[in-house]
């Protein structure tokens, strides 16, 4: 079967859902994915979304650039850093108006909430600078602009799985998938074709990504040519279990949670004195796997933590029988952190570094135009990480 469109996206996560709302604005606009849109990933981000808007705490974009430089190790291009910052403020605010609902401060703002590697004065002291929906940041990113997409009449096709490009003349004119539930190979022609197909954490052992992050996207391009930049780059997430892959959220040091060696004493005033466990990614599963290797271990205590309206609802912290888990760096596709609402467990556990999505930025897009050599374009629309953007 033979459909015919002016756009085809691949990949119906946060970026596939965001290009394919722009483009059908100008274009007659397909999303394949091998999945149900809502069951993409990006519904695995608990946390937030980083955007300097100054609604809790004073923050500028040029403290978040910082922070994103930082973060990346002084690998990142700091140009796109910086737009990257600017441009946030506007990217929350552009879904709060689609409907995205945030969390609010009393005084009716988007609310912040700390995060690891976000600082104040380049690097004086933490910020609040993570916007969230509860505990459901990435899930309600997903509902918001998958009934965005339907108002706007994109035409989806699910769990369709795409196997190839098709290329006349070195150039891209659409895509060949096969509908899972029949197998029947369909051909979608198209004037342009853009891969939002996610991360490839599951060529690592341990990671936190789902089991769909196959890497297909990439893989199909590769085998067609097509460069691709920068497949090291991978984000490692701190505080996963050890042998699990799942996270402790990253909200659990924002709301208060200390990193321990077997001994019970606090390491990270070592590595970071001045941020301590809201160090960057990749300074705090450095400093973890430097533990580990030295026979110490890193644990992380789970305490009961009841969340009380007192001044500005913010929340503190009852500390009831810490239990810990044992934790070391795991590939990670994202991490955002949960937010606690009434209850939440923090016992101490040792913590296992999860990588996340490959870096720069946390997915890879791939722009393949009908006008222009097949090659690959990063489209600057990424929801993972921003610490990996380089």
Known sequence: MIHQFETIIVGSGGSG???????????QTAVLSKLIPVRSHTGAAQGGISAALGNVEEDKPEWHAFDTVKGGDYLVDQQAAKILAEEAIQAVYDLENRG???????????????????????????????????????????????QQ?????????DEFQVLDLILDDN???????????????????AKAVL?????????FKITSNAHANTGDGPAICAR???PLEDMEFFQFHPTGIKGLGILISEAVRGEGGILRDRDGKRFMEHYSPTLLDLAPRDIVA???????????????????????????????LVFVKPIWVLIRPTTQFRCCPR???????????????LSKTAGKPSWKDYMLSANVPAYRYMVPIGWGPIACLT
């Open 17 to 27: 859902l965001y290009a394919a709302l722009e483009a059908s604005q100008r274009s």
């Open 100 to 146: 995205l609902p945030f969390n609010r401060t009393p005084e009716g703002r988007i609310d912040q909430r700390r995060f690891g590697g976000h600082t104040r004065n380049f690097g004086e002291s933490p910020v609040r600078r993570a916007c969230y929906a509860a505990d459901r940041t990435g899930h309600m990113i997903l509902q918001t602009l998958y």
């Open 149 to 157: 997409c339907i108002k706007n009449d994109v035409s989806f096709y």
């Open 171 to 189: 150039r891209c004119k659409g895509v060949v998938a096969v509908e899972l539930a029949t197998g029947e190979l369909h051909i979608f022609a």
């Open 195 to 203: 891969f939002a197909t996610g991360g490839f954490g599951r060529i």
């Open 224 to 226: 067609r040519g097509i």
């Open 286 to 316: 450095r400093s973890i796997l430097t533990e580990i290797r030295a026979g110490k271990g890193t644990w992380m205590p789970l305490i009961w933590a009841r969340k009380s309206c007192e001044q500005n609802c913010r929340t503190s």
């Open 339 to 353: 937010h606690i609402t009434r209850w939440v467990v923090f016992r101490p556990i040792p913590l296992a570094e």
